[in-house]
DNA sequence: CATATGATTCGATTATTCTAGAAATATGGA
DNA sequence: TCCATATTTCTAGAATAATCGAATCATATG
């Protein structure tokens, strides 16, 4: 990861709503949550609650797919291991004694939900 | 960690220039640096990195202790890692299968930097 | 096609954060 | 004491971000 992504993903979680927003997708897994679902567990009119999912997309932190009518985002365990990394990178001073930071990414790697039990859907855009 | 620490942590690393600073002290490591030093480093106005430096440590990031004139600063490993957890916490949607995170704070527990300070990481000029 | 539903974009407004010069505070030494 | 060095506080203007209603877009279904 490089600073800019590092940037945008700190400023993304660095803000009351969109932290929460974040911390509700971590346990829904793979599966994900519908937006409606969100904002109305967040009480955030949707055009608020839109906006910071939009800024945490672009953070590369939630992806999201097309199911119907309604989009269900997930959080990327991916990107916030590389986040976390970057965070500790050349600790210890170089002398390489810090252990492997490790989240359930890769319990779930890109691709789990594609294969979970779930309707099949296609990526938006 | 509760959300509204995480959330000071959060904001404190989302600027470049505490973010760059923030970076500087990791390999620094217990002995840290001086505020002078970093200033210099960052070729960023005194004032500016005072007040920069100011939010991390109200974000419990950074601590310093006053050596004659000036000010040494050190990156808080312990508070970090409790940010890190608190951005994983109930991943895997509570069957516990995260490894723990880990990082240097371990080895560096505080008070480090008075008992046995490590050799000094090179710095450039 | 018409309509309902889920989500985003567009605005204007309000609030927060960043920046850096000047002045102030703290420490050490002659 | 007086002076130099290190750092912080104060200040205010500039830049950036948050908010949310209304309008719009996308999809499904009768």
Redesign the pocket.
């Known amino acids: 990861m490089e600073i800019n992504e590092a940037l945008a993903a700190l400023?993304a979680l660095?803000?009351?709503?969109?932290l929460a927003l974040y911390r509700l997708l971590v346990p829904a897994g793979p599966t994900g949550m519908?937006?409606?679902?969100l904002?109305e567990q967040l009480s955030?009119?949707?055009?608020?609650?839109?906006?910071?999912?939009?800024?945490l997309r672009a953070a590369g932190l939630v992806l999201?797919t097309?199911e119907?009518?309604?989009?269900?985002c997930r959080a990327d365990f991916g990107r916030m291991d590389a986040l976390l990394a970057y965070l500790s990178e050349n600790c210890c001073a170089g002398h390489g004694a810090c252990a492997p930071l490790r989240t359930c990414s890769t319990l779930f790697p890109p691709g789990a939900a594609a294969r979970a039990p779930l309707p099949r859907v296609r990526q938006r855009r």
């Open positions: 400023r660095a803000q009351p709503t969109r519908a937006v409606g679902e904002a955030v009119p949707h055009s608020t609650l839109s906006a910071h999912l939009g800024v999201d097309r119907g009518r309604s989009i269900r």
